[in-house]
């Protein structure tokens, strides 16, 4: 089923601000500089203070981090996820279809918010983790590059990913009342490298092993990235809807209302329809 | 005048998500493919002393055929776009030179001419470029997996052979990258010599690459196809039913005699 069969009415245009360049610039400006200000302070401390799990400095200067992570992350996902949640659409059936594609504007910068993430944790901390361990013996699990890696820049991609599983299921007709299977395993399979770490380090724990990165310890954490891909999924599902929103949003294209999708959403994901708004 | 406006509107919203979905997809690919490769074969991308003959044009090209031949899928079967490889090949070398400077150079002080990463780049051209004049996946496989392995070595040859200059160091016939890895030692070093350095490799005169090169291009004609359906399965749009709606149609359908002339 194609999304031309049906129409709704009262299309009224959206703000230009609505799909603005600037809150989500400001976000990423943010997001990056904290990024960078966790660089500096593994460079001013990994070395100097980071060396002896039983030195007092150890303590204050990296377990004391990852105990602030721990709450701090706790905090930030229960009131992210639970503010979501709670001021979820409740008459989803009634959105209009201008609202509905401001509302994938939203929807776009917090998955790209995901996508920076686990950029972040799983390319750029992952392979500075691997230098650390080869330049430095480790004698403990918490070294400073894992409370960076895995005990920061990981959940923080769990939290954004999370939220924008909650946000569409809350916000979008298309991902309210069926589940997603791309969806599902692109943010769930991510996230199951997090008990990964688990296994690794416990086999850490367990043998001293030589820094051999390609250990077939670590490739659990590889298996799981590879839910990653599932974002050509979720891409091929929103995408058509969003085109097809702009169609009728601009151009009055028929479209399915919002209560249609609510029933059926397999018939909003013809890639097809994704093509260009100068195609139309 | 309004119309053209609402025009001009839709485009510059259109390009917008555009924007969005391409950033987005690159972002992940580099995070997801990076973390791939660096687990499978980042020893011999870190390092060059790494980069035998032997086991570097197996492994690096072997495990790096998985993302180009996912992402092909997606571009090719739905956009007939033929740059999947490429694209892949890209980001993962904009992923490897960022950690490369600024944490195996900047931050642990390891000089880039020991860290430079390996390039898939002339390899993924011919992917795509076969790709794209067979419209045949699995001719694809059959000859662009074989180049894949085979045009590994020699297209990264140019970047590795000043270092395979014999040099003679107290005493012993070495490589520059020998000796260079014998000024960084590290902790995975007893690894680099139990597995580089074993075997008929220093000894058996000729032949080894050629060998290991095709032995990798057999391999990875197999996984272009594994990860060509991998891609197809990732990229499905599959929606499921949750329990609770489920259940609720399973309920009306019993109610309208679904199971009425069901047998117990």
């Known amino acids: 089923m194609l999304q031309t069969e049906t129409t709704t009415t009262g299309v009224g245009l959206p703000e230009k601000s609505a799909f603005s360049w600037r809150k989500v610039g400001v976000f990423f400006g943010a997001l990056t500089v904290f990024y960078l200000l966790i660089n500096v302070y593994l460079r001013l401390f990994a070395f100097s203070k980071g060396l002896d799990y039983t030195s007092q400095d150890y303590s204050t200067y990296w377990m004391g981090m990852l105990l602030t992570e721990f709450v701090v992350e706790a905090i930030t996902a229960a009131a992210l996820w639970g503010w979501l949640w709670i001021t979820r659409d409740r008459a989803l059936d009634r959105l209009t279809p201008a609202e509905e594609l401001t509302r994938y504007w939203a929807w776009a910068a917090i998955v790209l918010s995901y996508a920076f993430s686990v950029y972040v944790g799983a390319s750029f901390f992952t392979e500075q983790d691997g230098t650390w361990h080869n330049t430095v013996v480790r004698d403990t699990d918490f070294t400073p590059s894992h409370i960076v890696e895995f005990y920061l820049t990981f959940p923080i991609y769990i939290i954004f990913g999370v939220a924008s599983l909650i946000y569409a299921m809350t916000r979008l007709p298309q991902f309210a009342t069926r589940i997603s299977l791309p969806y599902v395993i692109l943010i769930g399979s991510p996230i199951m490298i997090m008990p990964n770490i688990g296994l690794n380090e416990f086999g850490h724990t367990r043998w001293f092993m030589e820094e051999l990165f390609v250990a077939p310890l670590h490739w659990g954490f590889a298996f799981f990235g590879w839910g990653g891909l599932a974002i050509f999924g979720v891409g091929l599902q929103a995408c058509p809807r969003i085109m097809a929103l702009i169609h009728h949003v601009y151009y009055g294209k028929p479209i399915l209302s919002a209560s249609e999708v609510l029933k059926d959403p397999t018939g909003t994901c013809d890639p097809a329809c994704c093509y260009p708004a100068s195609e139309a | ?264």
């Open chain 2, 1 to 264: 005048m309004e119309e053209i406006q609402a025009d001009a509107e839709a485009k510059r919203v259109t390009r917008r998500f555009e924007w969005f979905l391409l950033v987005t997809i690159a972002l992940v690919l580099m995070g997801t493919y990076h973390l791939h490769q660096e687990l499978f074969a980042g020893d011999w991308s870190f390092w060059l002393d790494w980069k035998d003959r032997n086991w570097w044009p197996i492994i690096a090209p072997v495990s790096a055929i998985a993302y180009p031949a996912a992402t092909q899928w997606l571009l090719w079967t739905k956009f007939r776009m033929p740059f999947g490889a490429t694209l892949c090949a890209l980001l993962l070398l904009l992923a490897e030179w960022l950690s490369r400077y600024w944490n195996f150079w900047d931050w642990t002080h390891y000089p880039l001419n020991f860290v430079f990463p390996e390039t898939f780049v002339p390899a993924a051209v011919v992917l795509d470029v076969l790709l794209m004049l067979t419209g045949n996946w699995v001719v694809t496989a059959l000859i662009g997996g074989e180049l894949w392995g085979w045009l590994f070595y020699p297209t990264n040859w140019i970047m590795i052979a000043p270092y395979h200059v014999p040099v003679e160091y107290q005493g012993a016939l070495m490589s520059v990258a020998d000796v260079i890895s014998y000024m960084y030692v590290r902790t995975s070093t007893p690894e680099y010599l139990r597995i580089v350095e074993t075997g008929t490799m220093r000894s058996f005169a000729g032949g080894v690459t050629g060998v290991a090169a095709f032995f990798s291009g057999f391999l990875a004609a197999i996984l272009y196809a594994v990860w060509w359906i991998v891609g197809a399965l990732f990229g499905g749009t599959k929606f499921f039913k949750p329990y609770a709606v489920a259940t609720e149609e399973l309920r009306k359908a019993r109610e309208k005699g679904w199971d009425a002339g069901r047998t117990v």
